[in-house]
């Protein structure tokens, strides 16, 4: 699968620390549930979890859901806690 996701109307970044286990489902189920907004419109959905040496996007592409899960070698990210990190 090769996209190019610089069109994509929207990317959030999920604050704090989700459960790295989750799935496909489980991410749409957090996105819809805790956030209110609609997994299948065209955003992007960033999260990450304890270890922030990795994350997954979660993305809608028409079709079906792709998850894209990133482990950094030898690194850690930023990851923000709260909104007003995000600021």
């Avoid at 040496?53 to 979660?58: A, G, H, Q, V």
């Avoid at 993305?59 to 690194?75: Q, S």
Wanted: glycine share 10%.
């Amino acid at each position: 699968m090769k996209r190019d996701f610089t069109h994509v109307k929207n990317i959030y970044i999920v604050c704090g620390k989700t459960d790295m286990r989750k799935g496909i489902d489980g991410l749409a189920t957090l996105v819809q549930d805790s956030f209110e907004f609609d997994p299948y419109s065209d955003s992007i959905f960033l999260f990450s979890g304890l270890s922030k040496d990795r994350y997954k996007c979660l993305y809608f592409d028409g079709d079906g859901f792709a998850l894209l899960y990133k482990r950094l070698n030898g690194g850690k990210h930023q990851w923000p806690r709260n909104e007003q990190k995000v600021r």
